[in-house]
């Protein structure tokens, strides 16, 4: 070793160690929703310093103004002193700096969003995402972080993240995992288990009818099936949190850890248990799918303002696409299950008349302003069904055109092994690995299907793989209405009129309250009221709108009394058979 390399490492052994944020959530007041936070921000030489509270959190495409429970925001310097601070947007600080300090900043968080995933304190349990908790400084957003509680006594903490000095803290490499590890700690159930050496855990926060056993022996099957599609695992350690409560169903993914809520009644019924291990295996999906691959526009997150992709349909679309996927190949589903959400996919788009006005690229750019509601379903999609849609109909065009040999899990696994974080890709991209995957040139599919209003003959496509979406021939015609309503005991009330339907056409819209059909009062339902009636008939409405009685005449559809259904065909051609285990993963239940 000669002098400049020892005076080197001299130099080296003299830096200090990269300093962390530190951030404290004390819960003292948890009845009341409240927490205090304390972070403290490494020595800087700035003039001042921004701090932000994410506007939204990952995993939820819409502008949340989680800044809204801040109170009591205070600035000090590393020796105490106030720092000057003043409020410059909606959820931005800025802290004025003399001198080169550590900064530290305090303010309570008032946590009741438990449906958001955002943030919840109560008396029995903290969810704890960062973004509604946890200011950030972009100077520092890149530094290692710890996150210490102050929790009350008998809670018990659980995050994706690896505990630092005690069970009630924890680290991560920076901000952005940080924000992506959220922190379930309270009264709960807490189950380990391992597969194939990998670490997971499953917590429950509430009571619920569950069984413990049976979500204990699915979860370790599928978490078995990340390899059939992308032949690696991005982590050693995975936690399923679980809230089984009232107030809040639905589910986020992060890093290596998912929150599933349900209601706690919401368990036992097949149809309620297969709710929860699919959204079990869809966050499981978005470990790779959004966590290790995703679309260029939202790389990196920016927790302030929108990330725009036209791509959000392949990342939620085509996870729940996959989902069914991983159920039925692990065995947790049987055929008819999985039909049966095909067939849920398939029937709630054809009675969206939104379908035929926006693409799947479409309804992902505008995500982040997708208003729903009856507007909503007459002129909007949404990256869910049209994406598992768009997925289901490339997943079997490829296996049709390479006699089985390829499928739209190879997409996947190509992006998860081409455009692995902090890369990212666009819809280009998607298309030049269809084309390296298939040796076929997929721009025209791409336009008509993605960047088009889908419109695909279901029938034509479920062939390929021996299924058929057929109406039994059992069933009969019956008066039909295109219109969504709910009873308030006495009066039907349009929460929805299909575009360019009869109704729509005689002006009735979502809010009339329909009180009788030819002068027949309305029953409970609008089946029930239409049973009174026959097909193509012409029928005076009388409805209220604004407190004043009013007529129109609409005249009735030819409807069916049976759906239409996604069903095995009964005698599967060699080639459909084929088709349908390369698609599936399991023998077709009518192969010879
Ligand atoms: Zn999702």
Same mark, same amino acid.
């Given at each position: 070793?000669?002098?400049?390399?020892?005076?080197? %490492?001299?130099?080296?052994?003299?830096?200090?160690?990269?300093?962390?944020?530190e951030?404290?959530?004390? =819960?003292?007041?948890?009845? &009341?929703?409240?927490?205090?936070?304390?972070?403290?921000?490494?020595?800087?030489?700035?003039?001042?310093?921004?701090?932000?509270?994410?506007?939204?959190?990952?995993?939820?495409?819409?502008?949340?103004d989680?800044?809204?429970?801040?109170?009591?925001? $205070?600035?000090?310097?590393?020796?105490?002193?106030?720092?000057?601070?003043?409020?410059?947007?909606?959820?931005t600080?800025?802290? &004025?700096?003399?001198?080169?300090?550590?900064?530290?900043?305090?303010?309570?968080?008032?946590?009741?969003?438990?449906?958001?995933?955002?943030?919840?304190?109560?008396?029995?349990?903290?969810?704890?995402?960062?973004?509604g908790?946890?200011?950030?400084?972009?100077?520092?957003?890149?530094?290692?972080?710890?996150?210490?509680?102050?929790?009350?006594?008998?809670?018990?903490?659980?995050?994706?993240?690896?505990?630092?000095d005690?069970?009630?803290s924890?680290?991560?490499?920076?901000?952005?995992?940080?924000?992506?590890?959220?922190?379930?700690?309270?009264?709960?159930?807490?189950y380990?288990?391992k597969?194939?050496?990998?670490?997971?855990?499953?917590?429950?926060?509430?009571?619920?009818?569950?069984?413990?056993?049976?979500?204990?022996?699915?979860?370790?099957?599928?978490?078995?099936?990340?390899?059939?599609?992308?032949?690696?695992?991005?982590?050693?350690?995975?936690?399923?949190?679980?809230?089984?409560?009232?107030g809040?169903?639905?589910?986020?993914? &992060?890093l290596?850890?998912?929150?599933?809520?349900?209601?706690?009644?919401?368990?036992?019924?097949?149809?309620?248990y297969?709710?929860?291990?699919a959204?079990?295996?869809?966050?499981?999906?978005?470990?790779?799918?959004?966590?290790?691959?995703?679309?260029?526009g939202?790389?990196?997150?920016?927790?302030?303002?929108?990330?725009?992709?036209?791509?959000?349909?392949?990342?939620?679309?085509?996870?729940?696409?996959?989902?069914?996927?991983?159920?039925?190949?692990?065995?947790?589903?049987?055929?008819?299950?999985?039909?049966?959400?095909?067939?849920?996919?398939?029937?709630?788009? %054809?009675?969206?008349?939104?379908?035929?006005?926006?693409?799947?690229a479409?309804?992902?750019?505008d995500?982040?302003?997708?208003?729903?509601?009856?507007?909503?379903?007459?002129f909007?999609?949404?990256?869910?069904?049209?994406?598992?849609?768009?997925?289901?109909?490339?997943?079997?065009?490829?296996?049709?055109?390479?006699?089985?040999?390829?499928?739209?899990?190879?997409?996947?696994?190509?992006?998860?092994?081409?455009?692995?974080?902090?890369?990212?890709f666009?819809?280009?991209?998607?298309?030049? =690995?269809?084309?390296?995957?298939?040796?076929?040139?997929?721009?025209?599919?791409?336009? $008509?299907?993605?960047?088009?209003? %889908?419109?695909?003959?279901?029938?034509?496509?479920?062939?390929?793989?021996?299924?058929?979406?057929?109406?039994?021939?059992?069933?009969?015609?019956?008066?039909?209405?295109?219109?969504?309503?709910?009873?308030?005991?006495?009066?039907?009330?349009?929460?929805?009129?299909?575009?360019?339907?009869?109704?729509?056409?005689?002006?009735?819209?979502?809010?009339?309250?329909l009180?009788?059909? $030819?002068?027949?009062?309305?029953?409970k339902?609008?089946?029930?009221?239409?049973?009174?009636?026959?097909?193509?008939?012409?029928?005076?409405?009388?409805?209220?709108?604004?407190?004043?009685?009013m007529?129109t005449?609409?005249?009735?559809?030819?409807?069916f009394?049976?759906?239409?259904?996604?069903?095995?065909v009964?005698?599967?051609?060699?080639?459909?058979?084929?088709?349908?285990?390369?698609?599936?993963?399991?023998?077709?239940?009518?192969?010879?």
């Amino acid at each position: 070793m000669n002098k400049i390399t020892l005076s080197i %490492l001299a130099a080296f052994m003299a830096l200090p160690a990269l300093a962390d944020v530190e951030y404290k959530l004390s =819960i003292n007041e948890p009845a &009341h929703h409240l927490g205090d936070v304390k972070v403290t921000f490494p020595k800087t030489s700035q003039s001042h310093l921004d701090v932000h509270l994410p506007d939204w959190r990952t995993g939820r495409y819409e502008i949340l103004d989680l800044a809204n429970g801040i109170r009591f925001f $205070d600035a000090k310097s590393e020796n105490g002193k106030d720092l000057d601070w003043k409020k410059v947007d909606k959820n931005t600080w800025r802290i &004025h700096l003399n001198e080169p300090t550590e900064v530290n900043i305090s303010y309570q968080v008032y946590a009741n969003q438990l449906g958001m995933r955002s943030r919840h304190i109560d008396d029995s349990h903290a969810f704890i995402d960062a973004s509604g908790f946890f200011m950030f400084s972009d100077s520092f957003r890149q530094e290692p972080v710890t996150v210490d509680l102050d929790v009350p006594k008998g809670w018990r903490s659980v995050s994706g993240m690896d505990f630092a000095d005690d069970k009630h803290s924890f680290k991560a490499d920076n901000y952005d995992v940080l924000l992506d590890s959220p922190i379930e700690t309270g009264i709960n159930d807490l189950y380990k288990f391992k597969v194939d050496d990998r670490k997971y855990e499953l917590v429950i926060w509430g009571e619920g009818n569950y069984d413990v056993e049976l979500m204990l022996s699915d979860l370790k099957k599928l978490v078995k099936t990340g390899s059939l599609i992308w032949h690696d695992y991005p982590y050693e350690r995975y936690v399923f949190m679980v809230h089984a409560t009232s107030g809040a169903r639905g589910a986020t993914e &992060h890093l290596n850890s998912t929150i599933i809520q349900r209601h706690r009644d919401s368990f036992a019924k097949r149809d309620d248990y297969i709710g929860f291990i699919a959204t079990a295996a869809h966050e499981f999906i978005h470990t790779w799918n959004v966590k290790n691959y995703r679309p260029a526009g939202l790389v990196p997150y920016d927790y302030i303002a929108p990330n725009y992709s036209d791509l959000l349909w392949l990342s939620e679309g085509s996870t729940s696409y996959l989902e069914n996927y991983l159920l039925l190949s692990a065995g947790i589903t049987t055929n008819e299950e999985f039909y049966k959400d095909i067939n849920k996919t398939i029937s709630r788009h %054809l009675k969206t008349p939104g379908r035929e006005v926006q693409s799947a690229a479409e309804t992902s750019f505008d995500k982040w302003i997708n208003a729903g509601g009856d507007h909503g379903r007459n002129f909007s999609t949404n990256i869910y069904s049209e994406g598992s849609l768009v997925s289901l109909a490339l997943d079997i065009d490829l296996l049709d055109k390479s006699e089985g040999k390829v499928s739209y899990r190879d997409v996947h696994s190509e992006l998860y092994k081409q455009f692995k974080l902090p890369k990212s890709f666009n819809s280009k991209d998607v298309q030049n =690995i269809l084309k390296q995957i298939s040796g076929r040139d997929y721009s025209t599919w791409w336009k $008509d299907n993605v960047e088009s209003p %889908l419109s695909i003959d279901f029938n034509v496509l479920l062939e390929k793989v021996g299924l058929e979406y057929t109406r039994p021939k059992s069933s009969k015609a019956i008066a039909g209405l295109d219109v969504m309503a709910k009873s308030n005991g006495e009066l039907l009330i349009l929460n929805h009129v299909a575009r360019e339907s009869s109704a729509w056409e005689s002006g009735l819209t979502a809010g009339d309250k329909l009180v009788a059909l $030819d002068g027949r009062q309305v029953r409970k339902s609008i089946k029930e009221t239409l049973a009174l009636f026959e097909p193509e008939q012409e029928v005076t409405v009388s409805f209220i709108r604004r407190h004043q009685l009013m007529t129109t005449k609409v005249k009735l559809k030819s409807d069916f009394d049976k759906p239409k259904k996604v069903k095995a065909v009964k005698a599967p051609t060699e080639r459909q058979a084929k088709l349908y285990k390369a698609w599936t993963g399991v023998e077709h239940p009518n192969a010879i």
